[in-house]
């Protein structure tokens, strides 16, 4: 049996921004952590015996809220052997004394989310003035901060792909790599809003991502070609396909204020997660992608997660007819967004530069 490459590990559930696509932040309470630090650091010794060259993916909420616990994690996460990754709203990198903390003691791969390359954009998808300056303003001081510290880390933009930000991708790609000057601009696919999973959080409709996710399939396509040969991005043809259609699926569909509970479906079986992902959520449940629909496990005693990843192989079978919108996600996706194995994140569409 293969090993799994990534365990997903969530730390919090809480944020301080109030994005249009995500409710964490509309939660009613905060959530318990029924996990607990020294057992999640045990389950991280775990997995390093399970796939000791796998990568630990630290999630949240905004996890940097997080402060202690995420930076332990890393710290672990190292002896072992293994790396870390994480994304980040960048509203915690300040000054150029927490960038360089950052840089010295944090994850190998940070990305800050950008939900477009103007603040009108992102400043509203995000849902707090000035939120793009405080983005922009982070990764400059990573930036600087990676160069003084002379460390390896990569430095990345997650965008997102909505009906505000598309048209303006060349936009993105030029703010991203000449302005700003990371390695990569990664494009992930608006899904439905992240709901939370608890009890008593409800949404009864879904008319952010009824709104935002029509966009123009075709005029998409010309986009992706363009920014494809202007920044030499070596676009995997695949993944331009099925990003296209599943944009093109949604163009014009009714009763997309449903989200989630409205059953969609890609057109194609794109995601991969059983073959590859561990998700541990807060109250130490393992599961084999982020969603409710599939079963899941207790990390109550030590080997239980090298247990569930090998005894996964009805359930995997039962997720190989999923085709759920999330499996366009980044995180879950079969297909790599570039076709060099130089440029690949977790499947997402990066620029050609080197780590500075």
């Known amino acids: 049996m293969n090993s799994p490459r990534f365990l997903f590990l969530t730390i919090n559930e809480v944020c301080n921004l109030r994005c249009l696509h995500c409710q964490h932040w509309q939660a009613k309470q905060e959530a318990v952590d029924l996990l607990g630090d020294e057992r999640r ?14 990568k630990i993916v630290i999630s949240g909420g905004e996890p940097m809220l997080a402060h202690d616990i995420y930076f332990r994690v890393c710290e672990i996460s190292r002896s072992l052997g293994l790396r870390t990754i994480s994304v980040i709203n960048g509203t915690r990198i300040r000054t150029l004394s927490e960038a360089s903390t950052f840089i010295e003691a944090g994850p190998d791969e940070v990305g800050i989310s950008m939900d477009g390359p103007t603040p009108e954009i992102h400043d ?8 793009f300056k405080q983005a922009v303003d982070a990764l400059d001081l990573l930036l600087r901060a990676r160069t003084t510290l002379r460390k390896p880390t990569t ?12 048209p303006h991708l060349d936009e993105f790609y030029d703010l991203a790599l000449n302005q700003i000057g990371v390695d990569k601009l990664k494009l992930t696919a608006l899904q439905p809003t992240f709901l939370y999973t608890r009890i008593g959080q409800q949404q009864p409709s879904d008319d952010f991502f009824a709104i935002e996710s029509q966009v123009d399939p075709e005029a998409l396509s010309v986009l992706l070609a363009r920014c494809d040969a202007k920044y030499d991005l070596h676009y995997n043809p695949r993944w331009v396909d099925q990003i296209v259609s599943y944009y093109r699926s949604l163009n014009g569909t009714s009763d997309l204020t449903k989200g989630w509970s ?10 991969n997660s059983p073959e590859r992902n561990i998700m541990v959520s807060l109250d130490g449940r393992a599961s084999l992608c982020f969603s409710n629909a599939f079963a899941n ?33 980044h995180c879950v996706r079969r297909e790599h967004a570039t076709s060099s194995p130089k ?14």
């Open 343 to 356: 440029h690949q994140g977790i499947g997402e569409s990066s620029s050609r530069r080197s780590t500075k």
């Open 124 to 131: 509203r998808l995000r849902g707090r003035d000035g939120t």
């Open 262 to 271: 409205g059953g969609f479906t890609t057109d194609n079986h794109i995601c």
């Open 155 to 166: 430095i990345y933009i997650m965008g997102l792909l909505t009906r505000s930000s598309y």
């Open 297 to 329: 496990i207790s990390l109550n005693r030590p080997g239980d997660l090298k247990r569930f990843w090998e005894g996964k192989e009805l359930l995997s079978s039962q997720m190989s007819t999923c085709n759920a919108l999330c499996g366009i996600g």
């Open 41 to 54: 650091i045990e389950i991280i010794r775990e997995f390093a015996e399970l796939s000791p060259r796998g």
